[in-house]
């Protein structure tokens, strides 16, 4: 009788000490296995606290991602669909797609890529035929592949970086 006790007497201090259901479910496994003796149990519940303890004030990490793609991935993009266009001494409003400096300095109207944010960057509403006027849209008369789009929002979303 005495390790039910325990472990429900630890289970309700556990409660009240916001500790999260993993070590809960911990302390519950402990006493179990520890019925035959009720110090048994107390050292194994002090233990689990200890131990939710030190998960409980370590720093969070933030999980690695792979970095997101470079302007190398949607140059290609650029190429074969803008640079008609956007490109030489006098590119269509100011805007060059030749090279990544260029795209970063942006048009007559100043930036068209918010780094990080595609639903910002005029050069994602252009490409999604989203603009109020109509004849901003690119490429003019039809829309790129899916894939393309998916390509070029996920390198604005990723920071539109250069390497």
């Given at each position: 009788?005495?390790?039910?006790?325990?472990?429900?007497?630890?289970?309700?201090?556990?409660?009240?000490?916001?500790?999260?259901?993993?070590?809960?479910?911990?302390?519950?496994?402990?006493?179990?296995?520890?019925?035959a003796s009720s110090i048994s149990a107390v050292l194994a519940v002090a233990g689990v606290f200890a131990v939710s303890y030190a998960f409980a004030h370590q720093e969070h990490v933030k999980p690695m991602r792979a970095p997101g793609p470079s302007y190398a991935a949607?140059?290609?993009i650029f190429k074969q669909n803008c640079v008609g266009c956007h490109s030489g001494p006098h590119p269509k409003n100011g805007l060059d797609l030749t090279s990544y400096a260029s795209i970063m300095k942006g048009?007559?109207?100043?930036?068209?890529?918010?780094?990080?944010?595609?639903?910002?960057?005029?050069?994602?509403?252009?490409?999604?035929?989203?603009?109020?006027?109509?004849?901003?849209?690119?490429?003019?008369?039809?829309?790129?592949?899916?894939?393309?789009?998916?390509?070029?929002?996920?390198?604005?979303?990723?920071?539109?970086?250069?390497?």
């Open positions: 009788m005495a390790p039910q006790f325990v472990t429900q007497g630890a289970i309700n201090a556990m409660r009240t000490e916001r500790i999260d259901s993993r070590n809960l479910l911990a302390v519950r496994i402990v006493c179990f296995v520890m019925q949607v140059a290609p048009d007559h109207d100043g930036k068209v890529i918010v780094p990080g944010n595609p639903a910002r960057s005029r050069l994602s509403e252009a490409i999604h035929h989203s603009l109020k006027k109509p004849l901003d849209s690119m490429p003019p008369g039809r829309t790129l592949k899916k894939a393309e789009i998916f390509r070029i929002d996920n390198w604005i979303s990723s920071g539109a970086k250069e390497k």
